[in-house]
């Protein structure tokens, strides 16, 4: 295998960075005109491949995240409750908290802040991601609507009797239940 040319070595450096070919073949001093054809040569030639592959695996298991980590950042962002994240101060007026006075795990939740406070990052979107990772909807999306409310019910003085999977009685027929 042939050894790395400067220029090949910053390309791959570069791609180390942005993880763009192209992007990385022009940044390592090639022509942008063909970049998008050459960068995928360079790329692929041996030498690039074995410099590039072990220090993407080396960078992927230095940031890998579990499932555990994500529900638990997602549980976070959905149980956060704004009344955490302000305080009533001496005159009595509602101000935010300082960063300070936070915990990390509130801390997590905080999109921005700003001089008329903090705004937390979408309650309903983690809520929801939450929800279907729990498959809390799979019944819903299926198509499925089998909720039994109340079985019996009295209407106009008659007894009207539900039965899960058959259809709702007319309460205004004259058969009784």
């Not at 942008?32 to 592959?53: C, D, E, G, M």
């Not at 300082?98 to 999109?111: G, S, V």
């Not at 709702?168 to 027929?173: I, L």
Request: charge should be positive; include cysteine; glycine fraction near 4%.
């Amino acid at each position: 295998m042939n050894p790395l040319s400067p220029k090949q070595r910053l390309f791959c450096d570069e791609y180390l960075k942005c993880h763009v070919q192209q992007t990385a073949y022009v940044k390592a001093g090639y022509s942008a005109r063909s970049a998008k054809w050459h960068a995928t040569r360079v790329f692929n030639l041996p030498q690039v491949q074995a410099y590039i592959l072990p220090k993407l695996e080396k960078a992927s298991e230095k940031a890998q995240l579990t499932a555990e980590m994500v529900l638990e950042e997602l549980r976070r962002l959905a149980m956060a409750n704004v009344t955490d994240y302000y305080k009533v101060n001496a005159n009595g007026k509602i101000v935010p908290k300082t960063l300070h006075e936070l915990t990390r795990e509130q801390t997590a939740a905080i999109a921005e802040v700003g001089e008329k406070g903090m705004k937390l990052h979408d309650k309903i979107s983690a809520l929801d991601k939450l929800a279907k990772h729990f498959k809390l909807y799979t019944d819903l999306e299926a198509g499925v609507s089998n909720f039994v409310i109340m079985p019996t019910l009295k209407i106009r003085g008659k007894e009207v009797v539900f039965e899960v999977g058959k259809p709702a009685p007319d309460p205004m027929s004259s058969k009784t239940v």
